[in-house]
């Protein structure tokens, strides 16, 4: 019992809204209703307490690769996005031969196991040549189920999220499968139209992967898939909130139309998070950074982000004016809910994770807390 902190006098953002002046209390790790009275208290006052971060689609940081990095890089990748808050962070995988990214499964697998990743999410090899992004065209293939399944399977347990175009040949059967398997099926990197979007949330499909990106614009004729995903209410967006990726009025126009429950920020990070600008890889591919912008060498499609969720929450609350409330839940509550961690993880409840973040009253990082250790300690106000 010896272990409590008492955080006092930050606002604290809790699922039933602001406290002003509030208490956050931790022991064993996870967060507790009550403290004894001599427990020592962390004066926050002038900052806020929110939830830990939740990044439901990162490929990397620290120049580091979850594709094709070693085990510690993929830890250091990790540690990059935690000291910018991510608690719980998603490995994505972008496009490869099947084999390796099996065998690639394998390995983060034993990562998520020792709880250092949420899980895999594979982006591609089921992806769509027509709005293939930065991945490698000769490695696409249709969503066979049977293929599907296989990269499942090598993620024992682990698979959390495949994104897929889901018009491609065998694709609303893949999203079946992936709704039974209980992995999320993701709408992305595709070029189908608003009736086949539909077909696949019909067929269990529960998430945007970066709306707006590497989909057919919204027209008013031919309303495309970003219609029929910010229209349904079984479907959360994912949002790159970097200011390249979108324009803010995009942004703000997903916020409104999808509601403060349905929108995920996410990161899309590369290597090149948290590290710096130079030349890296995406797979197979070569990616420049400059000015913090990567961009495929060949051909100049955006690959990726140098984004951390930090940022993202800062832009949301400075720049896109959005409540505190609603950013919270697109950074934690929205994206722990969809990738079924919020019994854990996502909000600041007794009995979860004792994971968060303290921000500045200008919404600047100072601190961050996982399960109940401090990773960024910050200054007592
Ligand atoms: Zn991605």
Partial sequence: MADHKVLAGARVVLPTGIVDSGRVIVAGGRIVGH???????????????????????????????????????????????????????????VTGDM???????????????????????????????????????????????????????AARGHARMVTLATELPGGLDSVRLLAEHGVIAAIGHTDATYEQTVAAIDAGATVATHLFNAMPALGHRAPGPIAALLQDERVTVELINDGTHLHPAALELAFRHAGPDRVAFITDAMDAAGFGDGVYHLGPLEVEVRDGVARLVEGGSIAGSTLTLDTAFKRAATIDRLPVESIVRAVSANPAKVLGLYDRVGSLEPGKDADLVVLDAEFTLVGVMRKGEWVVEPRPA
Avoid at 61 to 83: I, M, P, R
Avoid at 100 to 127: M, N, T, V
Avoid at 137 to 144: A, G, K, T
Wanted: include cysteine.
């Fill in 99 to 153: 084999d390796f990214l099996a065998h690639r499964a394998g390995e983060l697998s034993e990562l998520a196991e020792q709880g250092d990743i949420a899980g895999i999410h594979f982006e591609g090899p089921f992806i769509s040549p027509c709005r293939k992004g930065a991945h490698s065209e000769d490695l696409l293939r249709y969503p066979d189920p049977a293929e599907v399944r296989k990269l499942v399977d």
């Fill in 35 to 93: 403290a004894p009275a001599d427990a020592p208290s962390v004066d926050l006052t002038g900052h806020w307490v929110v939830p830990g971060f939740v990044d439901m689609h990162n490929h990397g940081g620290g120049g580091a690769s979850f594709t094709s990095g070693t085990v510690d890089e993929v830890l250091k990748g990790v540690h990059t996005h935690l000291l910018h808050g991510a608690t719980t962070v998603v490995a994505s995988t």
